[in-house]
Protein backbone atom coordinates (compact mmCIF):
# COMPACT_ATOMS: atom_id res chain seq x y z
CA UNK A 1 0.00 0.00 0.00
CA UNK A 2 1.24 3.49 -0.66
CA UNK A 3 2.46 5.77 1.62
CA UNK A 4 -0.13 8.44 2.49
CA UNK A 5 1.16 12.10 1.52
CA UNK A 6 0.26 14.93 0.29
CA UNK A 7 0.79 17.67 -2.40
CA UNK A 8 1.74 21.25 -0.82
CA UNK A 9 2.49 24.82 -1.97
CA UNK A 10 6.00 26.59 -0.56
CA UNK A 11 4.97 30.45 -2.19
CA UNK A 12 8.68 30.12 -3.00
CA UNK A 13 9.25 31.65 -6.20
CA UNK A 14 11.24 29.70 -9.47
CA UNK A 15 10.94 26.78 -7.18
CA UNK A 16 8.97 23.42 -8.48
CA UNK A 17 7.84 20.80 -5.89
CA UNK A 18 8.90 17.86 -7.28
CA UNK A 19 7.69 15.00 -4.76
CA UNK A 20 6.84 15.25 -0.80
CA UNK A 21 9.52 12.69 0.74
CA UNK A 22 8.50 12.44 4.64
CA UNK A 23 5.23 13.70 5.80
CA UNK A 24 5.44 12.67 9.65
CA UNK A 25 4.09 14.57 12.57
CA UNK A 26 7.21 15.52 13.38
CA UNK A 27 8.98 16.68 10.32
CA UNK A 28 8.50 17.12 6.66
CA UNK A 29 10.51 16.79 4.04
CA UNK A 30 9.99 18.33 0.20
CA UNK A 31 12.15 17.58 -2.98
CA UNK A 32 12.27 20.79 -4.99
CA UNK A 33 14.05 22.37 -7.90
CA UNK A 34 14.48 25.78 -9.94
CA UNK A 35 11.76 25.84 -12.05
CA UNK A 36 14.35 26.88 -14.77
CA UNK A 37 15.33 24.86 -17.88
CA UNK A 38 17.78 27.03 -19.48
CA UNK A 39 20.87 29.13 -17.37
CA UNK A 40 23.07 31.73 -18.44
CA UNK A 41 26.86 30.86 -18.21
CA UNK A 42 28.54 32.97 -15.64
CA UNK A 43 31.70 32.81 -17.66
CA UNK A 44 30.91 33.78 -21.22
CA UNK A 45 27.18 35.05 -20.67
CA UNK A 46 25.50 32.23 -23.32
CA UNK A 47 22.65 30.29 -22.47
CA UNK A 48 22.87 26.52 -21.55
CA UNK A 49 20.94 23.20 -20.85
CA UNK A 50 23.47 20.86 -20.25
CA UNK A 51 23.24 19.66 -16.87
CA UNK A 52 26.46 17.80 -15.85
CA UNK A 53 25.39 16.40 -12.63
CA UNK A 54 22.48 16.83 -9.80
CA UNK A 55 23.39 17.12 -6.21
CA UNK A 56 21.00 17.04 -3.29
CA UNK A 57 21.48 19.58 -0.74
CA UNK A 58 19.34 20.01 2.50
CA UNK A 59 17.87 23.56 3.10
CA UNK A 60 15.93 24.83 6.09
CA UNK A 61 12.70 26.35 5.63
CA UNK A 62 10.11 27.96 8.01
CA UNK A 63 7.95 25.68 9.59
CA UNK A 64 4.74 24.12 7.70
CA UNK A 65 2.00 23.26 9.36
CA UNK A 66 3.99 23.57 13.11
CA UNK A 67 6.43 21.13 11.57
CA UNK A 68 10.01 21.72 10.95
CA UNK A 69 10.49 21.39 7.57
CA UNK A 70 13.26 20.61 5.36
CA UNK A 71 14.09 21.21 1.51
CA UNK A 72 15.82 18.32 -0.24
CA UNK A 73 17.12 21.34 -3.15
CA UNK A 74 18.24 19.48 -6.38
CA UNK A 75 20.94 21.27 -7.24
CA UNK A 76 22.30 21.04 -10.42
CA UNK A 77 25.39 21.64 -12.30
CA UNK A 78 26.01 22.61 -15.59
CA UNK A 79 28.28 22.34 -18.38
CA UNK A 80 28.24 25.64 -21.22
CA UNK A 81 28.14 24.12 -25.29
CA UNK A 82 30.23 27.21 -25.68
CA UNK A 83 33.37 27.28 -23.51
CA UNK A 84 32.77 24.14 -21.60
CA UNK A 85 33.14 25.40 -18.20
CA UNK A 86 31.09 24.05 -15.83
CA UNK A 87 29.09 25.88 -12.88
CA UNK A 88 26.78 25.46 -10.34
CA UNK A 89 23.43 26.83 -10.22
CA UNK A 90 22.21 29.31 -7.26
CA UNK A 91 18.93 30.67 -6.77
CA UNK A 92 17.59 34.03 -5.13
CA UNK A 93 15.17 32.01 -2.35
CA UNK A 94 18.27 30.13 -0.80
CA UNK A 95 21.09 31.72 1.23
CA UNK A 96 23.45 28.79 2.06
CA UNK A 97 21.62 25.92 4.46
CA UNK A 98 18.24 28.05 4.68
CA UNK A 99 16.00 29.80 3.22
CA UNK A 100 15.90 33.47 2.53
CA UNK A 101 12.67 33.95 4.83
CA UNK A 102 13.59 31.63 7.69
CA UNK A 103 17.17 33.90 7.46
CA UNK A 104 14.95 37.22 7.89
CA UNK A 105 12.80 35.11 11.13
CA UNK A 106 15.63 33.96 12.40
CA UNK A 107 17.02 37.39 12.67
CA UNK A 108 14.25 39.05 14.05
CA UNK A 109 13.44 36.19 16.69
CA UNK A 110 17.92 36.72 17.74
CA UNK A 111 16.35 40.13 18.73
CA UNK A 112 14.16 38.49 21.79
CA UNK A 113 15.11 34.89 22.04
CA UNK A 114 18.50 33.40 22.85
CA UNK A 115 20.02 31.11 19.69
CA UNK A 116 19.94 27.96 21.33
CA UNK A 117 15.76 28.73 21.25
CA UNK A 118 15.68 29.48 17.39
CA UNK A 119 17.78 26.50 17.14
CA UNK A 120 14.61 24.32 18.83
CA UNK A 121 11.95 25.90 17.49
CA UNK A 122 13.43 26.03 13.54
CA UNK A 123 14.84 22.34 13.88
CA UNK A 124 18.31 23.91 12.59
CA UNK A 125 22.09 23.43 14.79
CA UNK A 126 22.54 26.21 17.02
CA UNK A 127 26.07 27.10 14.59
CA UNK A 128 23.55 27.42 11.46
CA UNK A 129 21.03 29.41 13.63
CA UNK A 130 24.37 32.22 14.77
CA UNK A 131 26.48 32.03 11.53
CA UNK A 132 22.80 33.51 10.16
CA UNK A 133 22.51 35.94 12.73
CA UNK A 134 25.94 37.30 12.65
CA UNK A 135 26.30 37.12 8.44
CA UNK A 136 22.79 39.26 8.49
CA UNK A 137 24.78 41.83 11.25
CA UNK A 138 27.67 42.25 9.39
CA UNK A 139 25.78 43.58 6.55
CA UNK A 140 24.15 45.72 9.04
CA UNK A 141 27.59 46.83 10.49
CA UNK A 142 29.00 47.60 7.05
CA UNK A 143 25.98 49.88 6.07
CA UNK A 144 25.65 51.25 9.15
CA UNK A 145 29.56 52.58 9.45
CA UNK A 146 29.49 53.99 5.66
CA UNK A 147 27.24 56.95 6.88
CA UNK A 148 28.44 60.16 8.13
CA UNK A 149 29.12 60.43 11.86
CA UNK A 150 28.48 63.73 13.69
CA UNK A 151 28.59 62.58 17.04
CA UNK A 152 30.58 59.23 18.35
CA UNK A 153 29.52 57.38 21.37
CA UNK A 154 32.19 55.22 22.98
CA UNK A 155 31.59 53.56 26.09
CA UNK A 156 33.05 49.82 27.30
CA UNK A 157 31.54 46.45 28.55
CA UNK A 158 32.62 43.00 29.62
CA UNK A 159 31.78 39.73 28.08
CA UNK A 160 31.28 38.13 31.07
CA UNK A 161 31.20 39.92 34.59
CA UNK A 162 35.16 40.65 34.96
CA UNK A 163 36.36 39.04 31.79
CA UNK A 164 37.66 40.54 28.59
CA UNK A 165 36.50 43.82 27.78
CA UNK A 166 35.33 45.38 24.41
CA UNK A 167 34.68 49.11 23.44
CA UNK A 168 31.24 49.59 21.95
CA UNK A 169 31.14 52.35 19.49
CA UNK A 170 27.38 54.43 18.82
CA UNK A 171 25.98 57.56 16.39
CA UNK A 172 24.71 60.16 19.11
CA UNK A 173 22.14 61.12 16.27
CA UNK A 174 20.54 57.88 15.28
CA UNK A 175 21.44 55.94 18.16
CA UNK A 176 22.22 52.76 16.38
CA UNK A 177 25.80 50.90 17.38
CA UNK A 178 28.68 50.97 15.08
CA UNK A 179 30.32 48.50 16.17
CA UNK A 180 32.51 46.42 18.83
CA UNK A 181 36.30 46.04 19.15
CA UNK A 182 38.35 44.14 21.27
CA UNK A 183 39.99 45.52 24.16
CA UNK A 184 39.29 49.03 25.46
CA UNK A 185 42.56 50.96 25.28
CA UNK A 186 43.91 53.19 22.69
CA UNK A 187 44.95 50.63 20.00
CA UNK A 188 41.60 49.04 20.01
CA UNK A 189 40.22 52.58 19.46
CA UNK A 190 42.76 53.91 17.60
CA UNK A 191 42.18 50.50 14.91
CA UNK A 192 38.35 51.34 14.53
CA UNK A 193 38.84 54.95 13.19
CA UNK A 194 41.94 53.97 11.52
CA UNK A 195 39.83 51.49 9.53
CA UNK A 196 37.27 54.13 9.04
CA UNK A 197 39.25 56.16 6.91
CA UNK A 198 40.08 60.06 7.39
CA UNK A 199 37.20 61.26 5.31
CA UNK A 200 34.82 59.76 8.19
CA UNK A 201 37.00 60.92 10.88
CA UNK A 202 36.57 64.51 9.75
CA UNK A 203 33.37 64.36 10.21
CA UNK A 204 33.49 63.66 14.10
CA UNK A 205 32.78 66.93 15.31
CA UNK A 206 31.83 65.56 19.07
CA UNK A 207 33.41 62.34 20.59
CA UNK A 208 31.82 61.66 24.00
CA UNK A 209 33.39 59.05 26.27
CA UNK A 210 34.15 58.35 30.46
CA UNK A 211 37.35 59.18 31.89
CA UNK A 212 39.11 56.57 30.16
CA UNK A 213 43.15 57.91 29.61
CA UNK A 214 43.55 55.45 26.40
CA UNK A 215 40.34 56.70 24.92
CA UNK A 216 41.83 60.65 25.35
CA UNK A 217 44.46 59.54 23.86
CA UNK A 218 43.29 57.91 20.66
CA UNK A 219 40.56 60.37 20.14
CA UNK A 220 43.19 63.35 20.58
CA UNK A 221 45.31 61.20 17.53
CA UNK A 222 43.02 60.23 15.52
CA UNK A 223 39.39 62.57 15.52
CA UNK A 224 42.01 66.33 16.15
CA UNK A 225 38.85 68.00 14.78
CA UNK A 226 36.75 66.92 17.26
CA UNK A 227 35.37 68.42 20.76
CA UNK A 228 36.19 65.47 23.58
CA UNK A 229 33.02 65.86 26.22
CA UNK A 230 33.32 63.58 29.00
CA UNK A 231 29.72 62.01 29.77
CA UNK A 232 27.93 63.70 32.59
CA UNK A 233 27.06 60.39 34.21
CA UNK A 234 30.67 59.65 34.90
CA UNK A 235 31.69 63.30 35.97
CA UNK A 236 28.27 63.41 38.55
CA UNK A 237 29.55 60.16 39.81
CA UNK A 238 33.33 61.73 40.69
CA UNK A 239 31.25 64.14 42.44
CA UNK A 240 28.81 62.27 44.34
CA UNK A 241 31.86 60.28 45.54
CA UNK A 242 33.28 62.36 47.59
CA UNK A 243 30.20 63.14 49.26
CA UNK A 244 29.80 59.06 49.75
CA UNK A 245 33.59 58.97 51.81
CA UNK A 246 32.55 61.63 53.86
CA UNK A 247 29.06 59.87 55.03
CA UNK A 248 30.78 56.79 55.41
CA UNK A 249 33.35 58.40 58.17
CA UNK A 250 30.78 60.40 59.89
CA UNK A 251 28.14 57.27 59.78
CA UNK A 252 30.44 55.11 61.84
CA UNK A 253 30.12 54.48 65.65
CA UNK A 254 32.70 52.00 66.42
CA UNK A 255 35.29 49.87 65.09
CA UNK A 256 34.45 46.79 63.33
CA UNK A 257 32.35 43.93 65.83
CA UNK A 258 30.43 46.12 67.83
CA UNK A 259 27.10 46.64 67.39
CA UNK A 260 25.88 49.02 65.75
CA UNK A 261 28.56 50.00 63.77
CA UNK A 262 26.65 52.56 61.68
CA UNK A 263 24.05 55.13 62.77
CA UNK A 264 21.47 53.65 60.96
CA UNK A 265 19.75 57.10 60.07
CA UNK A 266 22.57 57.90 57.95
CA UNK A 267 23.25 54.79 56.39
CA UNK A 268 19.08 54.41 55.48
CA UNK A 269 19.54 57.73 54.16
CA UNK A 270 22.33 57.24 51.66
CA UNK A 271 20.60 57.49 48.30
CA UNK A 272 18.34 60.54 49.61
CA UNK A 273 21.91 62.64 50.03
CA UNK A 274 23.14 61.81 46.40
CA UNK A 275 19.73 63.48 44.74
CA UNK A 276 20.08 66.84 43.62
CA UNK A 277 17.86 70.11 45.26
CA UNK A 278 15.53 70.37 42.75
CA UNK A 279 14.47 66.48 42.80
CA UNK A 280 13.43 66.59 46.31
CA UNK A 281 10.39 67.76 48.02
CA UNK A 282 8.10 67.31 50.86
CA UNK A 283 8.84 64.95 53.47
CA UNK A 284 12.19 64.06 51.64
CA UNK A 285 13.19 67.34 52.48
CA UNK A 286 12.53 67.10 55.94
CA UNK A 287 14.40 64.01 56.25
CA UNK A 288 17.05 64.91 54.92
CA UNK A 289 17.76 68.36 56.42
CA UNK A 290 17.30 66.34 59.92
CA UNK A 291 19.92 64.67 59.29
CA UNK A 292 22.55 67.32 57.81
CA UNK A 293 21.59 69.57 60.59
CA UNK A 294 23.09 66.04 63.15
CA UNK A 295 26.23 66.23 61.07
CA UNK A 296 27.55 69.78 60.00
CA UNK A 297 30.22 68.08 57.77
CA UNK A 298 28.24 65.95 55.78
CA UNK A 299 26.19 69.16 55.61
CA UNK A 300 28.67 71.12 54.36
CA UNK A 301 29.96 68.00 51.60
CA UNK A 302 26.66 67.80 50.35
CA UNK A 303 26.30 71.31 49.71
CA UNK A 304 29.85 71.06 47.78
CA UNK A 305 28.29 68.17 45.70
CA UNK A 306 25.14 70.33 44.99
CA UNK A 307 27.51 73.22 43.53
CA UNK A 308 28.99 70.68 41.19
CA UNK A 309 25.63 70.18 40.15
CA UNK A 310 25.54 73.73 39.03
CA UNK A 311 27.91 72.91 36.16
CA UNK A 312 25.73 70.75 34.12
CA UNK A 313 22.26 72.66 35.65
CA UNK A 314 23.63 76.31 34.45
CA UNK A 315 22.71 77.68 30.74
CA UNK A 316 25.64 78.28 30.05
CA UNK A 317 29.52 77.91 30.40
CA UNK A 318 29.72 81.06 32.26
CA UNK A 319 27.06 80.02 34.94
CA UNK A 320 28.98 76.57 35.09
CA UNK A 321 32.21 78.83 36.05
CA UNK A 322 29.89 80.58 38.45
CA UNK A 323 28.76 77.38 39.95
CA UNK A 324 32.68 76.15 40.18
CA UNK A 325 33.83 78.77 41.65
CA UNK A 326 31.24 78.18 44.72
CA UNK A 327 32.97 74.78 45.17
CA UNK A 328 36.06 76.02 45.41
CA UNK A 329 35.09 78.65 47.92
CA UNK A 330 33.63 76.23 49.89
CA UNK A 331 36.22 73.72 49.47
CA UNK A 332 39.19 75.63 50.06
CA UNK A 333 37.32 76.47 54.19
CA UNK A 334 37.15 73.14 54.74
CA UNK A 335 39.41 71.11 52.69
CA UNK A 336 38.38 67.24 53.27
CA UNK A 337 40.59 64.75 52.27
CA UNK A 338 37.59 62.50 50.76
CA UNK A 339 37.26 65.21 47.91
CA UNK A 340 40.94 65.64 46.99
CA UNK A 341 40.02 63.32 44.36
CA UNK A 342 37.19 65.26 42.82
CA UNK A 343 39.64 68.19 42.42
CA UNK A 344 41.40 66.23 41.01
CA UNK A 345 39.32 65.12 38.28
CA UNK A 346 38.24 68.41 37.86
CA UNK A 347 41.95 69.75 37.17
CA UNK A 348 42.62 66.61 34.92
CA UNK A 349 39.74 67.00 33.19
CA UNK A 350 38.00 70.64 33.10
CA UNK A 351 38.11 70.96 29.94
CA UNK A 352 36.40 67.94 28.53
CA UNK A 353 34.02 68.50 31.43
CA UNK A 354 32.90 72.41 30.46
CA UNK A 355 32.55 71.00 26.54
CA UNK A 356 29.10 70.16 27.86
CA UNK A 357 28.13 73.40 27.13
CA UNK A 358 29.63 73.83 23.88
CA UNK A 359 28.06 70.96 22.21
CA UNK A 360 24.74 71.04 22.60
CA UNK A 361 24.65 69.21 25.69
CA UNK A 362 25.73 66.21 24.47
CA UNK A 363 25.69 62.97 26.56
CA UNK A 364 26.01 59.51 26.25
CA UNK A 365 22.95 58.87 27.12
CA UNK A 366 21.61 56.94 23.93
CA UNK A 367 24.87 54.48 24.48
CA UNK A 368 23.82 53.89 27.66
CA UNK A 369 20.53 52.92 27.72
CA UNK A 370 22.23 50.40 24.77
CA UNK A 371 24.53 48.84 27.31
CA UNK A 372 21.38 48.48 29.73
CA UNK A 373 20.42 46.16 26.78
CA UNK A 374 23.57 44.46 26.25
CA UNK A 375 23.73 43.60 30.05
CA UNK A 376 20.44 41.95 29.50
CA UNK A 377 21.38 40.25 26.37
CA UNK A 378 24.76 38.95 28.37
CA UNK A 379 22.57 37.67 31.52
CA UNK A 380 20.18 35.82 29.38
CA UNK A 381 23.05 34.27 27.47
CA UNK A 382 25.17 33.86 30.99
CA UNK A 383 27.51 35.93 29.69
CA UNK A 384 29.97 35.62 25.83
CA UNK A 385 32.92 33.97 25.13
CA UNK A 386 32.74 35.31 21.64
CA UNK A 387 33.31 39.20 20.51
CA UNK A 388 31.65 38.74 17.19
CA UNK A 389 28.83 36.63 18.38
CA UNK A 390 28.38 39.59 21.02
CA UNK A 391 28.51 42.28 18.77
CA UNK A 392 26.19 40.66 16.20
CA UNK A 393 23.42 40.67 18.54
CA UNK A 394 23.85 44.12 20.15
CA UNK A 395 23.97 45.45 16.20
CA UNK A 396 20.50 43.53 15.73
CA UNK A 397 18.65 44.89 19.34
CA UNK A 398 20.46 48.47 18.40
CA UNK A 399 18.18 50.08 15.67
CA UNK A 400 18.03 53.56 14.68
CA UNK A 401 16.07 55.48 17.36
CA UNK A 402 13.14 57.23 15.45
Not at 373 to 393: D, E, H, M, P, S
Request: proline share 3%; hydrophobic share 40%.
Amino acid sequence: MAPDSMTIRLHLRRLRVLEVLSDAVERLVVAVRDSRRVVRCPHCGFLTAKVHETRRVEVADLPYGGRPTTLVWHRRRFTCANCTERHTESHPEIAGKVTRRLARQVVRDAQVMTIKAISHRYGISWWLAMRTVRDWAELLEAERRRRRCKVLLIDETSLRRGHRYVTVLSNGETGEVLGMVRHRDARALGAFLSAQGRRWCRGVQVAVTDGSLSYRSAIHRHLPGATHVVDRFHAVRWFCAGLIEVRRRLQRLGPKGTNPAFDPQVFRSRYLQLRRLDRLEGEAIERLGAILWRYPELEVAWRMVQHLHGIYLAEDAEGANEALGAFVELWEEERFPEFDQVVSALLNWGEEIFAFHDTDRVTNGHLEGRMNKIGVLKRTAYGFRNVRNLAARTILISPAVA
